[in-house]
């Protein structure tokens, strides 16, 4: 079993930054795949990025690249999101999840997910 609670999440005005945290636990929570995905109010939760469980390899959307850095702690128990220059559109809940597979961008891959935070971008 592994548990995924997300924080970092908050009110900021557009062209800011914010580092986003997923602390995990459980036996084999290292062996896992990260990804983060995020939901707009009223839209579909949608892939963000994803890394694999040593942290060396990483994958963004489209949407992502470039703003969007996905990170893996030393002890590879806590994955980050930096966010630069924030957008309104950015604005959604955060999730992250995990993966026995690396790459993954579709939700049904990801076996365990936090339970969100939220993300405000204003103008």
């Known amino acids: 079993q592994v548990q995924l609670v997300e924080s970092g999440g908050g009110l900021v005005q557009a062209g800011g930054s914010l580092r986003l945290s997923c602390a995990g636990s459980?036996?084999?929570?290292?062996?896992?795949?990260m990804g983060w995905f995020r939901q707009g109010l009223g839209k579909e939760r949608e892939f963000v990025a994803a890394?694999?469980?040593?942290?060396?390899?990483?994958l963004y959307a489209d949407s992502a690249k470039g703003r969007f850095t996905i990170s893996r702690g030393i002890a590879a128990s806590t994955v980050y999101l930096q966010i630069n220059s924030l957008k309104p559109e950015d604005t959604a809940i955060y999730y992250c999840a995990a993966s026995r597979t690396f790459g993954a961008t579709s939700e049904s891959q990801y076996a365990y997910w936090g339970q969100g935070t939220q993300v405000t971008v204003s103008s």
């Open positions: 459980g036996r084999t929570f290292g062996n896992y795949a």
């Open positions: 890394i694999n469980w040593s942290g060396g390899s990483a």
